[in-house]
């Protein structure tokens, strides 16, 4: 009779991955997000009826979203420039409002990727030229303090009327804290993997594509996503004075003929944009960082 340390013992079972459980767990964390979005605006709505419900606000005013959003058809013919007076063909009104929001998404994301791409480029330049920094960098300290809708006029006079202003604005609001923000990141890559690249023979060029760059990254994301909203701010001016369309033209409108309505509509659709378009690049810094563990919180 074999003993016991001769018995042949039957292979272990292969570890069984439940992938289905990965799955159903990451949709209930969207889930829970949405339901806690959506709990966080209607709370944010029944606040704002009650105050009108109790009278504590004038509704020509303050007018509640029930008041605002009950006549979607004769707000919308507000944004049809061929025919802002009277009826509006069924469906032009919807064309006309994605081809207003269209636009100014188009300004805000152009000026945005732009001004990212120059202060990042020039933020390095600084930082590894000495003779550059210190031709530039006092110049850069003081204009960087101007705020963005002081450079409207500038803008227009070199610019002129059209879609360039806005970009310029949106471009100055996230470029001065980008060309700061790298030359601080790159200072703060630890020294170690600059060390440990050129024991591996990773020359100056190889050690910031493949070193530097994908360490400040996250950290230069987090200020294009801070600067996004003041973008989105800037914008609006900007087409307001210097484009003649857009949202911001649509919001001076309003203002101009008293039409509480159509300035909270619009500022129901610049609140969707901004978070629709800081939930996009979110999606693509996590697509770009994938290196990068998702931050606590989802921010």
């Known amino acids: 009779m074999p003993s016991k340390s001769m018995t042949a013992e039957p292979p272990a079972a292969a570890p069984v991955i439940h992938t289905g459980g990965i799955l159903t767990k990451k949709a209930r964390e969207r889930l829970a997000k949405l339901g806690w979005g959506i ?30 959003l009950q006549d979607i058809p004769g707000t919308l013919k507000f944004f049809d420039r061929s025919n802002r007076i009277g009826h509006i063909a ?9 081809t207003t929001m269209g636009w100014t998404t188009f300004r805000v994301f152009t000026g945005l990727a732009l001004g990212f791409i120059c202060g990042v480029g020039l933020g390095a330049a600084l930082y590894y030229f000495r003779m550059l920094r210190n031709v530039l960098m006092p110049t850069i300290l003081l204009l960087a303090p101007i705020s963005p809708v002081a450079w409207l006029p500038v803008a227009i006079f070199v610019f002129g009327i059209g879609d360039v202003p806005a970009i310029f604005l949106v471009f100055i609001t996230v470029f001065f804290a980008i060309v700061l923000s790298t030359g601080a990141q790159i200072s703060s890559v630890p020294i170690n993997y600059i060390h440990v690249a050129r024991i591996m023979g990773a020359t100056q060029r190889q050690t910031f594509w493949r070193v530097i760059l994908p360490a400040i990254l996250p950290s230069l994301f987090m200020t294009l996503r801070l600067n996004l909203f003041g973008a989105w701010m800037v914008v609006l001016i900007a087409e307001a004075v210097g484009v003649g369309t857009g949202l911001g033209q649509i919001t001076s409108m309003a203002r101009a003929t008293f039409n509480a309505k159509l300035v909270f509509f619009t500022m129901g659709i610049v609140g969707a944009l901004g978070f629709l378009t800081d939930w996009g690049l979110r999606q693509v810094q996590r697509k770009m960082l994938w290196w990068v563990a998702p931050a606590k919180g989802g921010f």
Do not use: D, K, R, T
């Open 90 to 98: 069924s469906g032009g009104g919807v064309i006309a409002l994605l």
């Open 39 to 68: 709990v966080s605006i209607g709370l944010f709505a029944l606040i704002w009826e009650a105050l009108w419900y109790f009278e504590m606000v004038n509704p020509l005013l303050l007018p509640p979203p029930h008041l605002f």
